[in-house]
């Protein structure tokens, strides 16, 4: 579990991404810092709306229209990538960092074959002869564990079982052997067995390659089981961050505390907590001081009016944990 | 907490500000100005009190006068677009066939609508063989050509009002039956019908007091842009000779009348088009705003 | 998918049945064929002749079976302006006329309005998709046979760039070709669009995306492939709305087809000839419907397996 001796894949620094709307600007990201190590499980958690899906897309740099990374740097194995060209970028989606989307029920084009999807994949990486990529398409099939790749290949989506699916979604994006994977959970798939057949498929894509894996979810329990550090965020930032040990066992933020109380309860449609009363502040019109004030049980007058500085407080054999809260080190309520 | 509850009272109060405003002020105001005067003073105005706004008789002949060009292109203000080759002034004939096409319009749709909308509850309420009885028909009315029908029933019944209104509800009343059959299929089911069911109301109380309410958006939607394609049907029919009987001015039958002289006496042909496309387009825009207002969803079906 | 064509026909043929029956019966209540034939100085022995020759004089529905057993082996009466002439085989000799038409009509539809639609759909919001919307806007509102006039008057007569009716060449064809695309340029620019508009929203777009698909291929191929099933699905509606408008459009272009042949038959009062052609177009758009399955199971795999 240690991170430690470990090198950085990819660094964020002060990641600022904003949607220019009709109703204003949307601070989707608003001042994002992590890193990710080689071979690490990053989590990052948060309710819908919270940014952490905009974060990924700004790392990948596919954002809705009307979106727009205005600062801050993502610096992936040494090289910067906000800078880079749409057709750089290109050359390095799929290839060097790759993705599940949220929902990989939807994500295969329903009028192509499996294989010719896996295929197409394999062509923008490294053009080769059909025969040939259909061989390779057929080997990866088989490294996700697809039973009768030969046969599969030649499938449409539809004819699939769910979990096979994803199996294939999975085989897509690590047909280009990347460094980093973003996996966005599924949140309206919501079938239980699907649900765990996903972190089944992504643990045995993590033990076979170590690539670093950036998890994104709303749902503590499920950081609990697969990842290594955690990141909480609410309202377009960090609110607070470490090993999911330290998290789980000395939560500092009253948002994450309330986020461990919510595990089971999540309504289907909104992703809504029902532990925690409210929601969040809507994105354009943002309270001056901590954006939870509003929906939190212990708020004084201050966090009404300036928003929290990081705090940092390392516990023995720990590597990092921050928290940027009023009562962050010295909470003791309840 | 008291703080807190301050700013709950804020955020409510927030929500409901903007929703004070709404409704129908708000409804009235957001009416596409340009098509909706365009239906007025072109249509309906016209349709209503003809002889209010028309400068001559529409069947009246003015030999000497003849062909004579619009205002603008050396005629005079005596004839504002032209006379056609009998000397009859366009103006006003265009002012007197508004009448024509609107309660063509109107009666087939009303006709057409109310049949359709009643076979239509019948079919997703009932079910079973009746629904696809009507459904068969639906399809069958669906693929008949309606001019062909209209060529047909022209033959055999001589070119009247009668007779096109006739064509025209036929080909119209399949496409309401199919929406509210639709409609129906997705309410019936609905706890509070069931619930009414079980309390002993009768079929056409259930109907009438639950699912009409249900559908009239939608029928209001669908009539109100099936206003422009009736009207250009009629016109169509009308230009063929076999819609609205002579000498009643129509704007379709004036597009025939003045073809062969299009290359020199443009007038005749002309100006009858542009009202149609005028009314039709405002029409179209009309009831597009319509459907947004009403009911967004129905974007994809309409 | 085959058993599913087989319904289709099975139904197709239910309508053909509804329409042969409405043919039928409307000749009747036109009264007697037998005035229509008959000069009109003509003596009641001549008409006993002529009752006697057409079964007149047995019981309606006799007259149907025998009017249905005809139709079935071709037979759809004899015109009665063009004597002498089958009302079918002059319906059939006019055909290919207006299949001309109409196909071209429908391959220009398509050639403007699946580009115009896709490219709407893209650049959403910027002035290309206004003008897009504009032109649906038009297409359909104008009264095309008024169109088609405007269209002799200014481009044929003022401009002289092209002949203004009749039949020739290539250069006959394409104003009376135009004039009829212009409600198909505009109901498909607008379902191309919105089912664009939905493509282009989904997650295997997006995945296209992550996987580095280059943009012109995720919107030509990817998007337009599970897009266009839309426009198709109303394309056989569209196509025989297409042939219906193809009777007044030839009459504008005096254009020798079909169309143009019925509106003739009106005006002497040749119900064999309407009929005829009435239950020839209702067989095309049955075919045409036929056509658009085979090409909707032919573009969607979900519909070829099951």
């Not at chain 1, 089981?225 to 330290?246: K, L, P, Q, T």
Request: glycine share 8%.
């Amino acid at each position: 579990m240690s991170s430690k001796d470990q090198d950085t894949v990819l660094a964020v620094k002060e990641l600022r991404t904003h949607l220019f709307t009709k109703m204003g600007v949307i601070k989707a990201v608003d001042g994002v810092t992590f890193d990710l190590k080689r071979g690490e499980t990053l989590g990052i958690v948060g309710e819908s709306g919270s940014g952490k899906s905009m974060t990924a897309m700004s790392l990948f740099r596919l954002l809705p229209s009307g979106g727009r990374t205005v600062s801050g740097s993502v610096n992936l194995e040494g090289e910067e990538l906000l800078t880079k060209s749409e057709s750089e970028m290109r050359r390095i989606r799929g290839r060097r960092m790759s993705m599940i989307l949220q929902d990989p029920q939807s994500s295969l084009d329903p009028v192509f074959t499996v294989g010719a999807q896996l295929m197409e994949a394999l062509r923008i990486q490294e053009p080769a002869p059909r025969k040939e990529l259909r061989k390779r398409a057929v080997d990866i099939l088989r490294s996700v564990n697809v039973a009768d790749p030969e046969r599969r290949v030649d499938s449409y989506p539809h004819q699939m079982s769910g979990g096979m699916k994803q199996r294939v979604v999975g085989g897509i994006a690590i047909s280009g052997q990347p460094t980093v994977l973003v996996a966005d959970e599924p949140t309206t798939a919501l079938d239980v067995t699907i649900q765990s057949q996903y972190m089944n498929l992504l643990n045995e894509i993590k033990e076979a390659t170590n690539l670093s894996i950036i998890f994104i979810t709303h749902d503590m329990g499920i950081v609990a089981s697969m990842c290594d550090r955690v990141m909480v965020m609410y309202s377009g930032r960090i609110v607070e961050s470490g090993s999911v040990r330290e998290i789980f066992n000395n939560p500092q933020h009253p948002y994450t505390k309330a986020l461990m109380a919510s595990v089971p309860t999540i309504d289907r449609k909104t992703e809504r907590l029902f532990s925690i009363e409210g929601t969040p502040p809507p994105l354009w019109d943002l309270p001056e001081g901590c954006r939870f004030a509003p929906r939190c049980p212990v708020a004084m007058d201050r966090c009404m009016e300036e928003y929290p500085p990081t705090v940092s407080f390392v516990a023995p054999d720990e590597v990092s944990h921050e928290a940027a809260c009023w009562l962050a080190g010295d909470i003791d309520h309840e | 907490m008291a703080d807190g509850d301050a700013h709950t009272a804020q955020i409510a109060l927030k929500i409901k500000a903007p929703r004070a405003t709404s409704g129908w002020v708000r409804t009235l105001r957001s009416l596409p100005i340009v098509p909706t005067s365009i239906l007025l003073f072109v249509l309906v105005l016209p349709a209503i009190a003809p002889q209010l706004l028309a400068l001559h008789d529409p069947l009246e002949v003015h030999v000497p006068e003849r062909l004579s060009p619009p205002v603008l292109f050396g005629g005079t203000w005596e004839y504002p677009l032209g006379t056609d080759q009998l000397g009859r002034d366009i103006y006003s004939r265009l002012v007197h066939g508004a009448r024509g096409s609107l309660l063509v319009a109107l009666t087939t749709i009303f006709i057409g609508g109310s049949v359709g909308v009643a076979l239509g509850f019948v079919a997703g309420y009932f079910g079973r063989w009746l629904d696809s009885f009507l459904m068969r028909m639906v399809d069958v009315s669906l693929s008949i050509p309606m001019i062909l029908l209209a060529l047909t029933f022209a033959v055999a019944l001589g070119p009247s009002f009668g007779t096109i209104i006739l064509v025209i509800a036929l080909s119209l009343w399949a496409h309401y039956a199919r929406l509210v059959r639709g409609e129906v299929l997705g309410l019936r089911d609905r706890d509070y019908v069931a619930r009414a069911k079980v309390a002993g109301a009768s079929h056409l109380r259930i109907i009438g007091r639950h699912l009409l309410p249900n559908v009239i958006n939608t029928i209001t939607i669908l009539a109100t842009l099936q206003v422009g394609q009736v009207i250009m049907m009629e016109a169509a029919l009308s230009f063929l000779g076999i819609g609205i009987p002579r000498p009643q001015p129509a704007w379709g039958r004036m597009i025939s009348d003045g073809r062969q002289l299009i290359a020199s006496e443009w007038w005749i042909s002309f100006f009858p088009g542009m009202a149609i496309l005028l009314v039709v387009m405002s029409l179209n825009l009309f009831g597009d705003w319509l459907r947004d207002h009403l009911d967004p969803k129905l974007r994809q079906i309409l | 998918m085959w058993w599913y064509l087989a319904k289709r026909l099975l139904q197709s043929l239910a309508t053909l049945f509804v329409v042969s029956f409405l043919a039928f019966f409307m000749s009747r209540i036109s009264g007697s064929p037998v005035d229509a034939l008959l000069p009109v100085d003509a003596g009641q022995e001549e008409a006993d002749i002529l009752i006697a020759e057409w079964g007149l004089d047995r019981p309606l529905p006799v007259q149907y079976l025998t009017f249905l057993g005809n139709a079935l082996q071709g037979d759809l009466g004899e015109a009665l302006k063009w004597r002498g002439q089958s009302a079918l085989g002059l319906v059939l000799e006019r055909l290919p006329a207006t299949m001309t038409l109409a196909g071209a009509a429908i391959l220009l539809g398509l050639v403007i309005a699946v580009p115009l639609g896709v490219i709407s759909a893209v650049k959403k919001g910027t002035w290309i998709d206004r003008v897009a919307k504009v032109i649906a806007l038009l297409g359909q509102s104008l009264p095309e046979f008024w169109l088609g006039i405007v269209l002799i008057w200014i481009i044929a007569v003022n401009l002289g760039w092209l002949p203004t009716s009749g039949t020739g060449g290539l250069s006959h064809l394409v104003l009376p070709a135009i004039t009829l695309s212009t409600t198909l340029v505009a109901a498909i620019t607008r379902l191309t669009r919105s089912a664009m508009l939905d493509a282009l929203d989904s997650e295997f777009i997006k995945l296209c995306r992550v996987k580095g698909v280059r943009e012109r291929r995720i919107i030509w191929v990817h998007a337009l492939r599970n897009a266009v099933s839309v426009p198709l699905t109303y394309f056989g509606v569209l196509a025989g709305a297409i042939l219906t408008r193809t009777v007044v459009i030839e009459t504008v272009f005096a254009w020798p087809g079909t169309g143009s042949l019925v509106i003739e038959a009106v005006l002497g009062r040749d119900f064999a000839v309407v009929q005829a052609a009435m239950i020839v177009f209702v067989l095309v758009f049955i075919a045409a419907n036929l056509f658009v399955d085979i090409l909707y199971a032919v573009i969607d795999p979900r519909i070829r397996v099951e």
